[in-house]
């Protein structure tokens, strides 16, 4: 049976997304309307009050299914064991409560804007990124559950509209995004700005973890919109990027470009806070938004939610494409 769904946009105090309200649990009907609810509302659903998703985890796995064809088993990729869902190797844990998780992002510094505010804009707020897009072709949606969420306060995650903000681009700079690549790279692979700052030399790549180029501009296969696709520090190759064919480097013409574009990205009036209440489920679109955790307190905190990621709609760019993360000697031929 297919579930109605309640919809309502924009996301409180943004100017992009929706909540969405079920008229039943999740396992009592499918609610097949969301992918196109979610390419309505620019890329941002939250659909709270899930809390069915906890005791029986497959419901999220089988929702992921809703927004495409291929939705990740996280035993393939090159992450630790500890941090997949025991039974539902589709879900990946983001969480403080396992040996070897990772830790929270720092606090901004100052922790607080010039005038008192909870800083949202690049570089006073950092970890801007699109999910997986050091990956050809990147996934398309994510959808992160808080089976047990910190308090409001802390532990958010922020959202920012690669639409809007491509819209506002003043046309200079849209004539010179246009038809550029950036150069994303493995966050904890050694080629972020850190890294290139500290003059730490680059370790060897495996060809399957080599950086990707993505364009700078995406248009969007399902709603032909075009959205800014761009990460910033530990998410881009600060060695052989950030841009393809522009001064590399952390003090190239690169990295001042890159400074400017996530500055204005991540402008307050393209952003969303969402402060999480357990069972609040947000879907969300790589193709068109970047997101960003904040800070909880590892000592006192704990933290679980659950991610699954789902692709198999990148646009006309990627067709045919081999998959870059899978080793080739792992590689369906
Ligand atoms: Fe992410």
């Not at 927004?67 to 589709?90: C, K």
């Not at 790279?185 to 850190?194: I, N, V, W, Y």
């Not at 204005?264 to 679109?285: C, K, N, S």
Request: aromatic residues 8%; proline residues 12%; negative net charge.
């Amino acid at each position: 049976m297919s579930g109605r769904l309640e919809i309502d946009g924009p996301l409180p105090g943004a100017r992009f997304g929706a909540t969405v309200r079920l008229d039943r649990p999740l396992g009592e009907a499918t609610p097949e309307g969301l992918p196109q609810a979610l390419a309505d509302a620019g890329g941002l659903l939250l659909i709270p009050g899930r809390t069915e998703i906890g005791p029986a985890p497959a419901l999220l796995v089988e929702l992921s299914r809703l927004f495409g064809p291929e939705v990740e088993d996280y035993r393939n990729l090159l992450i630790g064991r500890h941090m997949v869902h025991e039974t539902q190797p589709e879900i990946l844990l983001v969480t403080n409560t396992v040996p070897g998780a990772r830790p929270p992002p720092a606090l901004p510094d100052p922790p607080l804007t010039a005038d008192g505010k909870f800083p949202v804009q690049y570089p006073h707020r950092r970890g801007w990124h699109t999910d997986q897009s050091y990956r050809r072709p990147p996934p398309d949606i994510s959808l992160f559950y808080a089976a047990v969420p910190v308090d409001r306060t802390r532990g958010q995650t922020l959202f920012a509209s690669g639409i809007l903000a491509y819209e506002a681009l003043p046309p200079a700079l849209k004539a010179r995004v246009d038809g550029l690549q950036g150069l994303h790279a493995q966050p904890g692979s050694g080629r972020g700005r850190k890294e290139a700052l500290a003059g730490t030399p680059p370790r060897a790549f495996a060809p399957h973890e080599r950086s990707q180029p993505q364009p700078v501009v995406r248009t969007h296969p399902v709603t032909g919109e075009r959205a800014l696709y761009l990460c910033e520090y530990s998410q881009m190759d600060w060695f052989e990027g950030p841009f393809v064919g522009m001064q590399p480097g952390p003090h190239g013409d690169g990295a001042a470009l890159l400074d400017e574009l996530m500055a204005h990205y991540t402008r307050p009036e393209f952003v969303y806070v969402h402060e999480w209440t357990e069972g609040d489920l947000l879907i969300w679109d790589n193709r068109c938004l970047i997101h960003t955790a904040t800070w909880y307190d590892p000592e006192k905190d704990r933290r679980v939610m659950w991610r699954t990621t789902v692709g198999g709609n990148p646009g006309p760019l990627y067709a045919g494409e081999r998959k870059s993360w899978i080793p080739l000697d792992q590689a369906a031929v």
